[in-house]
């Protein structure tokens, strides 16, 4: 079993910054990667990025690459999304969730954190 919690949303104005943390436990054999995915209003779920299990990360959206930064600890237990130059447009849920070696799939998602920004 996998337990994933997200925490660290709120609002704030734009041009602020949040980071989000994505607290994984459990069975983490065979993980391939951690993403963070967001959901705006009236919008379906896209990928933000991801932190490889070497540590690589890789960003899915322009619109964030440059302002949105995606670390973690050093016992691989906790997963950041430090995101700067918060825009209304970022206004979303958050969530993370967890790619498996072979898997086409994220699985084992968390509730997520709503980010609000506002202009």
């Known amino acids: 079993q996998v337990h994933v919690v997200e925490s660290g949303g709120g609002l704030v104005q734009a041009g602020e910054s949040l980071r989000l943390s994505c607290a994984v436990s459990g069975n983490m054999f065979n993980v391939a990667a951690v993403g963070w995915h967001r959901q705006g209003p009236a919008k379906e779920r896209e990928l933000v990025g991801l932190?490889?299990?070497?540590?690589?990360?890789?960003y899915a959206l322009d619109s964030v690459k440059g302002r949105f930064t995606i670390s973690r600890d050093d016992a691989k237990t906790t997963v950041y999304l430090q995101m700067n130059s918060l825009k209304p447009e970022d206004t979303a849920v958050y969530y993370c969730?967890?790619?498996?070696?072979?898997?086409?799939?994220?699985?084992?998602w968390g509730r997520g954190t709503q980010v609000t920004v506002s202009s």
């Open positions: 969730a967890i790619l498996r070696k072979g898997a086409t799939k994220y699985e084992h």
């Open positions: 932190i490889l299990a070497n540590g690589a990360t890789g």
